[in-house]
Nanobody, 123 residues
């Protein structure tokens, strides 16, 4: 099993920045080292945001966040970060951390999910 716990959500004005974190743990975490972020806005389906492989060298972003969001990881702390800059009201959503064996699997449909953290961007 893999446990994922998000933190760092909150309320920010449009144009501002916010960073969300995800701490991973569990006996089998090393078997599911690729991690990523998804989000779900009210009334919408959950959508992919960003993903990162174990080494941190392969990244993937949704077009809607490219150039504004940056995903990174600290393997010593089993943590993945999502730095969000130039936030827009349409970025308002619950942000979920996810994990699976490889980056592309995370993008397509990961096995493990966190509980989510709310990010609200006011106009």
């Amino acid at each position: 099993q893999v446990q994922l716990v998000e933190s760092g959500g909150g309320l920010v004005e449009a144009g501002g920045s916010l960073r969300v974190s995800c701490a991973a743990s569990g006996r089998t975490f090393n078997s599911y080292p690729a991690m990523g972020w998804f989000r779900q806005a009210p009334g919408k389906e959950r959508e992919f945001v960003a993903a990162i492989d174990w080494s941190g060298t392969r990244l993937s972003y949704a077009d809607s966040v490219k150039g504004r969001f940056t995903i990174s990881r600290d393997n010593a702390k089993n943590t993945v970060l999502l730095q969000m800059n130039n936030l827009k009201p349409e970025d308002t959503a619950i942000y979920y951390c996810a994990a699976d064996v490889r980056l592309q699997v995370v993008v397509d449909g990961p096995r493990y999910w966190g509980q989510g953290t709310q990010v609200t961007v006011s106009s």
